[in-house]
């Protein structure tokens, strides 16, 4: 099992950018697929972006392609999620969880949560 600690979360003015991470301990990222799911104000977990396989492939939401980019450090066993542009929508609690096996956008299919941070993005 993996523990996973996100950090990097605050408080910006819309377009600018952040960067949160995703620290792992246990197991290392490689060995599985990881992502990040949201939690806006009000509305229910949504998908964000995963990266998947040794190889690290990666997936986005619609509503962040172009704008995001999740990679990972296999030195750090990290995971970070690079955010530009940001919007007010994007206002969220952002969560990384890893998986085995299931598809990479369910969050059902994860197994493993950390605690989330708070991105707070202001007009």
């Known amino acids: 099992q993996v523990q996973l600690v996100e950090s990097g979360g605050g408080v910006v003015q819309a377009g600018d950018s952040l960067r949160v991470s995703c620290a792992a301990s246990?197991?290392?990222?490689?060995?599985?697929?990881t992502a990040w799911f949201r939690r806006p104000p009000g509305k229910e977990r949504e998908f964000v972006a995963a990266?998947?396989?040794?190889?690290?492939?990666?997936y986005y939401a619609d509503s962040v392609k172009g704008r995001f980019t999740i990679s990972r450090d296999n030195a750090k066993n990290t995971v970070y999620l690079q955010m530009n542009s940001l919007k007010p929508e994007d206002t969220a609690v952002y969560y990384c969880a890893t998986r085995t096996v299931g598809p990479y956008y369910s969050a059902r299919a994860y197994e493993n949560w950390g605690q989330g941070t708070q991105v707070t993005v202001s007009s």
């Open positions: 990266i998947i396989g040794s190889g690290g492939s990666t």
């Open positions: 246990g197991r290392t990222l490689s060995s599985y697929a």
